[in-house]
T-cell receptor, first 113, second 111 residues
Framework: GAVVSQHPSWVICKSGTSVKIECRSL??????MFWYRQFPKQSLMLMAT?????????EQGVEKDKFLINHASLTLSTLTVTSAHPEDSSFYIC?????????FGDGTRLSIL | GIQVEQSPPDLILQEGANSTLRCNFS?????LQWFHQNPWGQLINLFY???GTKQNGRLSATTVATERYSLLYISSSQTTDSGVYFC?????????????FGPGTRLSVLP
């Protein structure tokens, strides 16, 4: 079946650091990739939708300059959390879709000290 | 945007019991999936079921798209079924597809 690989699984870093998270579709081409954020004991909230070769579409309330998304190819999207602060600590999950169902990565747990 | 509700929010079962989880959504969708999120945060895709009925072992799901709801049935529950169950629905926008998660049902299966 379709596999989405997300790296890294865990990140712990100091406040002010920028962190890049990668999302790859391993055996299919993903015309659209999605980035979600999940706080403890809450549901997943869509942050942005990324289409290959074009700018990402951000959901209301998500800072474009804080969360930079690049979808350079049909198999890779990256999320960069710029100048991360403790309030950015969260669980970030990507998903990819060619057609039919969405396929999710295993998530990245980000902790900013 | 589309609204997704799930019920019940919490459910405690004795091992071996059966249960039904419900997902209601506010508009037409062309994608509906059920997920189980394990304690490590991984989303396990249970069903891709925009309409109709599917079964996979002890789990089955039914979506009645015209009435805007879906049901997930768990039979003979096991402790390993514990976790959070999410329903998520997809709607098409100009830039692609939005995919909205419900608030989840937190299931605890006791031995």
């Amino acid at each position: 079946g379709a596999v989405v690989s997300q790296h890294p699984s865990w990140v712990i870093c100091k406040s002010g650091t920028s962190v890049k998270i990668e999302c790859r579709s391993l055996d299919f081409q993903a015309t659209t990739m999605f980035w979600y954020r999940q706080f403890p004991k809450q549901s997943l909230m869509l942050m942005a939708t990324s289409n290959e070769g074009s700018k990402a579409t951000y959901e209301q309330g998500v800072e474009k300059d804080k969360f930079l998304i690049n979808h350079a190819s049909l198999t890779l999207s990256t999320l960069t959390v710029t100048s991360a602060h403790p309030e950015d600590s969260s669980f970030y999950i990507c998903s990819a879709r060619e057609f039919g169902p969405q396929h999710f990565g295993d998530g990245t747990r980000l902790s900013i000290l | 945007g589309i609204q997704v509700e799930q019920s019940p929010p919490d459910l405690i079962l004795q091992e071996g019991a059966n249960s039904t989880l419900r997902c209601n959504f506010s508009d037409s969708v062309n994608n509906l999936q059920w997920f189980h999120q394990n304690p490590w945060g991984q989303l396990i895709n249970l069903f891709y079921i925009p309409s109709g009925t599917k079964q996979n072992g002890r789990l089955s799901a039914t979506t009645v798209a015209t009435e805007r709801y879906s049901l997930l049935y768990i039979s003979s529950s096991q402790t390993t079924d514990s976790g959070v169950y999410f329903c998520a629905v997809g709607e098409v926008y100009n830039y692609g597809q939005n995919f909205v998660f419900g608030p989840g049902t937190r299931l605890s299966v006791l031995p």
